[in-house]
T-cell receptor, first 114, second 113 residues
Framework: NAGVTQTPKFRVLKTGQSMTLLCAQDMNHEYMYWYRQDPGMGLRLIHYSVGEGTTAKGEVPDGYNVSRLKKQNFLLGLESAAPSQTSVYFC?????????????FGEGSRLTVL | AQSVTQLGSHVSVSEGALVLLRCNYSSSVPPYLFWYVQYPNQGLQLLLKYTTGATLVKGINGFEAEFKKSETSFHLTKPSAHMSDAAEYFCAVVKTGRRALTFGSGTRLQVQP
């Protein structure tokens, strides 16, 4: 069972470079989420999607863009990386809204911006 | 806005001792509350959740939590800690009808032999 798969798992960028994180889920879930985890701050929601072709902003969306062209994939893009975006990024999916459904998480992608 | 506060970023207990991890929520309406656990270098997984009904909720691995509206709390407990319980624990909240969870800052549990 693959569940939620994130690629890449590790990446080092220079300030100003761009990159895309890919999240793929094989559970046919409608909802997908991108969170970032920083020490002492828990997980903060960047963007989320309630279905194919939809996206919405979370708590900390600035500097990120997302796309959900296929139901199983949710892409997180950084157009011009900044050191403040050094973090561990987690993707999650759920069959229904977060109030009723369990979130299933990937193993995380560690990004360092120099 | 919905939010949760976890008291204590680090908690250390001896193996076999009681585990108590504290979580308080702020909400103008009764929220849905969750505890997630994160083992080293892994994603989060659901321990237990409170939505409606019984205020004492049992989860996996012997953990339970009690929703206390009068105290706006949802503390996580386990009667006897095991070495395998060492992990980071996150309390989370969502308002009915909302789409995403809001997480607390986390509590790292250390279990001493």
């Amino acid at each position: 069972n693959a569940g939620v798969t994130q690629t890449p798992k590790f990446r080092v960028l220079k300030t100003g470079q761009s990159m895309t994180l890919l999240c793929a889920q094989d559970m046919n879930h409608e909802y997908m989420y991108w969170y970032r985890q920083d020490p002492g701050m828990g997980l903060r929601l960047i963007h989320y999607s309630v279905g194919e072709g939809t996206t919405a902003k979370g708590e900390v969306p600035d500097g990120y863009n997302v796309s959900r062209l296929k139901k199983q994939n949710f892409l997180l893009g950084l157009e011009s990386a900044a050191p403040s975006q050094t973090s561990v990024y987690f993707c999650a999916s759920s069959s229904s809204g977060a109030d009723t459904g369990e979130l299933f998480f990937g193993e995380g992608s560690r990004l360092t911006v120099l | 806005a919905q939010s949760v506060t976890q008291l204590g970023s680090h908690v250390s207990v001896s193996e076999g001792a009681l585990v108590l991890l504290r979580c308080n929520y702020s909400s103008s309406v009764p929220p849905y509350l969750f505890w997630y656990v994160q083992y080293p270098n892994q994603g989060l997984q659901l321990l237990l959740k409170y939505t409606t009904g019984a205020t004492l909720v049992k989860g996996i691995n012997g953990f339970e939590a009690e929703f206390k509206k009068s105290e706006t709390s949802f503390h996580l407990t386990k009667p006897s800690a095991h070495m395998s319980d060492a992990a980071e624990y996150f309390c989370a909240v969502v308002k009915t009808g909302r789409r995403a969870l809001t997480f607390g800052s986390g509590t790292r549990l250390q279990v001493q032999p």
